[in-house]
């Protein structure tokens, strides 16, 4: 059984670039059958898909986070990462690593507990 | 931009039965969409509860089923029990690898 625990400063100042990493244990990130990704949920707020990666590199983003977003993913230490560039205090937020099939059907099988990121000077 | 449509609110009785749905604010959700339904009790992540608009996760009751009603996703509760008030969220799969979370249906039962 697979399970992801995220990473990273709690806290992020306003413009600076918001930094996470997600580790996955009990199996091999590079298994082929699942893409990693991030969801995020603002506080009292539902959940938006930020973005996810394969363990060749591949990534797709959400088209309205695009442009501040960038994933890559580390084979050698079972591990992907998020940044998040030129944050407000909108992109407060707890923030979950996932995995989810590469294929259908697909679906959301792993999630990690979760990590908030408060954005404040 | 895709928004995905949820009741922001429902309550049922213990024992009764409640359908949750999921829509597109533009076009009709069907299964090529591949709606998933997830369920979230805070301060946790969200529990996958249905794949392929009705296929139950492993170990979900089968009090919860999934269906298309018309042109949306549905997520029905036959049979509500107290430990089903949480925060249920469909997911759409809208291709080329983007997904698209709806804005959540708080679920009291009472």
């Known amino acids: 059984q697979l399970q992801l625990q995220e990473s990273g400063p709690g806290l992020v100042k306003p413009s600076e670039t918001l930094s996470l990493t997600c580790t996955v244990s009990?199996?091999?990130?590079?298994?082929?059958?699942?893409?990693w990704g991030w969801i995020r949920q603002p506080p009292g707020k539902g959940l938006e898909w930020i973005g996810s990666?394969?363990?060749?590199?591949?990534?797709y983003y959400n088209p309205s986070l695009k442009s501040r977003v960038t994933m890559s993913v580390d084979t050698s230490k079972n591990q992907f990462s998020l940044k998040l560039s030129s944050v407000t205090a909108a992109d407060t937020a707890v923030y979950y690593c996932a995995g989810h099939l590469a294929f259908a059907p697909y679906r959301f099988d792993y999630w990690g507990q979760g990590t908030l990121v408060t954005v404040s000077s | 931009q895709t928004v995905v449509t949820q009741e922001p609110s429902f309550s049922v009785s213990p024992g009764g039965t409640v359908t949750l749905t999921c829509g597109l604010s533009?076009?009709?959700?069907?299964?090529?969409?591949?709606p998933s339904w997830y369920q979230q009790t805070p301060g946790q992540a969200p529990r996958t509860l249905i794949y392929?608009?009705?296929t139950r996760y492993s170990g979900v009751p089968d009090r919860f089923s999934g269906s298309i009603l018309g042109n949306k996703a549905a997520l029905t509760i036959t049979g509500a029990q107290a430990e089903d008030e949480s925060d249920y969220y469909c997911v759409l799969y809208m291709g080329s690898g983007i997904w698209v979370f709806g804005g959540g249906t708080k679920l009291t039962v009472l």
């Open positions: 990666i394969y363990h060749s590199g591949s990534t």
């Open positions: 392929s608009t009705n």
């Open positions: 009990g199996g091999s990130i590079s298994s082929g059958s699942y893409y």
């Open positions: 533009s076009g009709s959700v069907s299964t090529s969409y591949n």
